[in-house]
Protein backbone atom coordinates (compact mmCIF):
# COMPACT_ATOMS: atom_id res chain seq x y z
CA UNK A 1 0.00 0.00 0.00
CA UNK A 2 1.38 3.59 -1.08
CA UNK A 3 2.16 6.08 0.98
CA UNK A 4 -0.48 8.99 1.28
CA UNK A 5 -1.95 11.84 3.48
CA UNK A 6 -4.03 10.26 6.88
CA UNK A 7 -5.80 13.45 7.34
CA UNK A 8 -6.51 17.19 5.89
CA UNK A 9 -7.46 19.66 8.18
CA UNK A 10 -9.72 22.19 6.54
CA UNK A 11 -9.94 25.69 7.57
CA UNK A 12 -13.42 26.85 8.87
CA UNK A 13 -15.21 28.40 5.68
CA UNK A 14 -16.11 31.53 7.18
CA UNK A 15 -16.96 33.38 3.52
CA UNK A 16 -19.05 31.10 2.22
CA UNK A 17 -20.65 27.28 2.72
CA UNK A 18 -19.47 24.00 3.25
CA UNK A 19 -21.31 20.63 1.18
CA UNK A 20 -20.29 16.99 1.11
CA UNK A 21 -21.46 14.73 -1.64
CA UNK A 22 -21.96 11.28 -2.18
CA UNK A 23 -19.76 9.22 -4.69
CA UNK A 24 -19.46 11.17 -8.06
CA UNK A 25 -18.42 8.13 -10.18
CA UNK A 26 -17.99 9.98 -13.22
CA UNK A 27 -21.51 12.27 -13.51
CA UNK A 28 -19.82 15.65 -13.78
CA UNK A 29 -23.03 17.34 -15.77
CA UNK A 30 -25.24 15.89 -13.16
CA UNK A 31 -23.18 17.46 -10.07
CA UNK A 32 -23.11 20.91 -12.09
CA UNK A 33 -26.75 20.83 -12.53
CA UNK A 34 -27.31 20.15 -9.08
CA UNK A 35 -25.04 22.63 -7.40
CA UNK A 36 -26.76 25.42 -9.86
CA UNK A 37 -29.92 24.27 -7.85
CA UNK A 38 -28.69 24.72 -4.43
CA UNK A 39 -26.93 28.59 -5.68
CA UNK A 40 -23.06 27.07 -5.22
CA UNK A 41 -20.66 30.10 -5.02
CA UNK A 42 -17.42 29.03 -6.70
CA UNK A 43 -15.78 31.81 -4.95
CA UNK A 44 -16.70 31.41 -1.69
CA UNK A 45 -18.27 27.81 -0.77
CA UNK A 46 -16.49 24.28 -1.32
CA UNK A 47 -17.46 20.52 -1.88
CA UNK A 48 -16.29 17.75 -0.40
CA UNK A 49 -16.77 14.36 -1.61
CA UNK A 50 -16.49 11.15 -0.26
CA UNK A 51 -14.27 9.58 -2.64
CA UNK A 52 -14.92 7.69 -6.20
CA UNK A 53 -14.57 10.62 -8.37
CA UNK A 54 -14.11 7.89 -11.47
CA UNK A 55 -15.35 4.42 -12.84
CA UNK A 56 -19.08 3.73 -14.07
CA UNK A 57 -19.80 7.40 -15.31
CA UNK A 58 -19.17 8.72 -18.85
CA UNK A 59 -16.85 11.89 -17.64
CA UNK A 60 -14.09 10.04 -15.39
CA UNK A 61 -11.27 12.49 -16.24
CA UNK A 62 -13.36 15.62 -15.60
CA UNK A 63 -14.05 13.99 -12.25
CA UNK A 64 -10.35 13.98 -11.55
CA UNK A 65 -10.20 17.49 -13.12
CA UNK A 66 -11.74 18.96 -10.09
CA UNK A 67 -8.57 18.05 -8.08
CA UNK A 68 -7.79 21.05 -9.54
CA UNK A 69 -10.10 23.78 -8.11
CA UNK A 70 -9.80 25.46 -5.18
CA UNK A 71 -13.14 24.93 -4.19
CA UNK A 72 -13.17 20.92 -4.51
CA UNK A 73 -11.98 18.48 -1.69
CA UNK A 74 -11.93 14.71 -1.81
CA UNK A 75 -10.90 11.86 -0.14
CA UNK A 76 -9.09 8.50 -1.53
CA UNK A 77 -12.21 5.81 -2.61
CA UNK A 78 -11.52 2.42 -3.29
CA UNK A 79 -12.27 3.12 -7.08
CA UNK A 80 -9.19 5.70 -6.69
CA UNK A 81 -7.00 3.10 -5.33
CA UNK A 82 -7.56 0.87 -7.47
CA UNK A 83 -6.76 3.15 -10.81
CA UNK A 84 -3.49 3.95 -8.81
CA UNK A 85 -3.05 0.26 -8.11
CA UNK A 86 -3.37 -1.25 -11.66
CA UNK A 87 -2.02 1.34 -13.85
CA UNK A 88 0.97 2.56 -11.70
CA UNK A 89 2.09 0.07 -9.87
CA UNK A 90 1.45 -3.08 -11.96
CA UNK A 91 -1.03 -5.19 -9.36
CA UNK A 92 -2.47 -6.92 -12.00
CA UNK A 93 -4.92 -8.50 -9.85
CA UNK A 94 -6.37 -5.02 -9.24
CA UNK A 95 -6.34 -4.57 -12.60
CA UNK A 96 -9.08 -7.11 -13.51
CA UNK A 97 -11.00 -5.85 -10.55
CA UNK A 98 -10.97 -2.03 -11.27
CA UNK A 99 -11.33 -2.80 -15.42
CA UNK A 100 -14.62 -5.24 -14.97
CA UNK A 101 -16.08 -2.48 -12.27
CA UNK A 102 -16.03 0.71 -14.48
CA UNK A 103 -12.43 1.44 -15.16
CA UNK A 104 -12.97 0.69 -18.90
CA UNK A 105 -13.08 4.42 -19.60
CA UNK A 106 -9.13 4.30 -19.28
CA UNK A 107 -8.93 2.55 -23.02
CA UNK A 108 -10.53 5.77 -24.48
CA UNK A 109 -7.70 7.90 -22.95
CA UNK A 110 -4.02 9.22 -23.65
CA UNK A 111 -1.75 7.62 -21.63
CA UNK A 112 0.40 10.56 -21.66
CA UNK A 113 -2.60 12.10 -19.20
CA UNK A 114 -2.12 9.18 -16.64
CA UNK A 115 1.05 10.67 -14.77
CA UNK A 116 -1.10 14.32 -14.06
CA UNK A 117 -4.32 11.78 -12.79
CA UNK A 118 -1.50 9.14 -10.89
CA UNK A 119 -0.42 12.05 -8.88
CA UNK A 120 -3.70 14.00 -8.24
CA UNK A 121 -4.87 10.53 -7.07
CA UNK A 122 -1.90 10.09 -4.80
CA UNK A 123 -2.32 14.24 -2.83
CA UNK A 124 -5.80 12.48 -1.91
CA UNK A 125 -5.86 12.18 2.16
CA UNK A 126 -7.79 9.12 3.29
CA UNK A 127 -9.27 11.85 5.88
CA UNK A 128 -10.54 15.30 5.70
CA UNK A 129 -11.77 17.24 8.42
CA UNK A 130 -13.58 20.53 8.79
CA UNK A 131 -15.19 22.50 11.92
CA UNK A 132 -18.32 24.45 10.99
CA UNK A 133 -18.82 28.59 11.37
CA UNK A 134 -21.17 26.76 14.52
CA UNK A 135 -18.32 25.24 15.68
CA UNK A 136 -19.64 21.47 14.66
CA UNK A 137 -16.72 19.17 13.54
CA UNK A 138 -17.35 16.54 10.81
CA UNK A 139 -15.07 14.06 9.39
CA UNK A 140 -15.87 12.99 5.93
CA UNK A 141 -13.64 9.23 5.31
CA UNK A 142 -14.88 6.63 2.55
CA UNK A 143 -15.97 4.15 3.55
CA UNK A 144 -15.82 3.07 7.10
CA UNK A 145 -14.25 4.32 10.70
CA UNK A 146 -13.47 1.95 13.06
CA UNK A 147 -11.72 2.97 15.66
CA UNK A 148 -13.18 4.11 18.75
CA UNK A 149 -11.70 7.88 18.80
CA UNK A 150 -11.43 10.53 15.85
CA UNK A 151 -7.91 11.31 17.15
CA UNK A 152 -6.44 7.99 16.07
CA UNK A 153 -6.77 8.59 12.13
CA UNK A 154 -2.89 9.87 12.10
CA UNK A 155 -2.28 6.48 13.01
CA UNK A 156 -4.27 4.14 11.53
CA UNK A 157 -2.93 0.35 11.31
CA UNK A 158 -2.95 -1.19 7.62
CA UNK A 159 -6.36 -3.11 8.45
CA UNK A 160 -7.61 -0.13 9.57
CA UNK A 161 -7.10 2.03 6.44
CA UNK A 162 -7.98 -0.75 4.61
CA UNK A 163 -11.53 -0.51 6.34
CA UNK A 164 -11.78 2.94 5.65
CA UNK A 165 -11.29 2.46 1.64
CA UNK A 166 -13.12 -0.50 1.32
CA UNK A 167 -14.97 -1.93 4.45
CA UNK A 168 -19.25 -1.96 4.15
CA UNK A 169 -19.69 -4.39 7.57
CA UNK A 170 -20.86 -1.06 9.71
CA UNK A 171 -23.35 -0.02 7.36
CA UNK A 172 -24.40 -3.95 6.37
CA UNK A 173 -24.96 -4.67 10.28
CA UNK A 174 -26.47 -0.96 10.91
CA UNK A 175 -23.99 -0.53 13.90
CA UNK A 176 -25.01 2.34 15.71
CA UNK A 177 -21.88 2.94 18.00
CA UNK A 178 -20.32 6.51 18.02
CA UNK A 179 -16.74 7.67 17.53
CA UNK A 180 -15.46 10.32 20.25
CA UNK A 181 -13.91 13.70 19.60
CA UNK A 182 -16.00 14.03 16.05
CA UNK A 183 -19.57 15.09 15.98
CA UNK A 184 -20.26 13.54 13.05
CA UNK A 185 -18.37 11.38 9.86
CA UNK A 186 -19.85 11.77 6.16
CA UNK A 187 -19.31 8.40 4.52
CA UNK A 188 -20.09 7.10 0.91
CA UNK A 189 -19.63 3.77 -0.94
CA UNK A 190 -22.33 1.92 0.42
CA UNK A 191 -25.67 3.51 -1.42
CA UNK A 192 -28.79 4.12 0.40
CA UNK A 193 -32.46 5.71 -0.45
CA UNK A 194 -31.93 9.12 1.05
CA UNK A 195 -29.48 9.79 4.17
CA UNK A 196 -28.84 7.13 6.52
CA UNK A 197 -27.12 7.99 10.12
CA UNK A 198 -25.82 5.45 12.58
CA UNK A 199 -24.72 6.49 15.59
CA UNK A 200 -22.78 10.12 14.36
CA UNK A 201 -21.88 8.40 11.45
CA UNK A 202 -23.59 9.94 8.13
CA UNK A 203 -23.91 7.55 5.05
CA UNK A 204 -25.03 9.83 1.51
CA UNK A 205 -24.62 8.27 -1.56
CA UNK A 206 -27.75 7.36 -3.14
CA UNK A 207 -25.80 5.67 -6.44
CA UNK A 208 -25.57 8.90 -9.20
CA UNK A 209 -24.75 6.22 -11.29
CA UNK A 210 -27.42 4.45 -11.19
CA UNK A 211 -29.66 7.39 -12.66
CA UNK A 212 -30.02 9.40 -8.76
CA UNK A 213 -29.85 12.31 -7.62
CA UNK A 214 -26.45 12.97 -5.74
CA UNK A 215 -26.87 13.90 -1.74
CA UNK A 216 -25.11 17.27 -1.21
CA UNK A 217 -25.19 17.60 2.26
CA UNK A 218 -24.40 21.05 3.94
CA UNK A 219 -22.15 21.05 6.86
CA UNK A 220 -23.80 23.67 8.90
Not at 70 to 79: I, K
Not at 87 to 106: A, Q, V
Not at 110 to 128: C, R, S, T
Request: glycine share 8%; proline share 1%.
Amino acid sequence: MYKFTRLLSLKTNTLGRDFAVGDIHGHITKLFDQLEKISFDFSRDRLICVGDLIDRGPESSLALDLMNQDWFFSVLGNHEYLMLSALKYKNSEHRLTWISNGGDWIVSTDPGDWAAWFNQIEKMPLAIEVTSKSGLKYGVIHADYSCSSWLDITDLSEEEIFRAIWSRSSFQKKDDFVVSDIDLIVHGHNIHEGELQLGNRLYIDQGAYLGNNFIIKELV
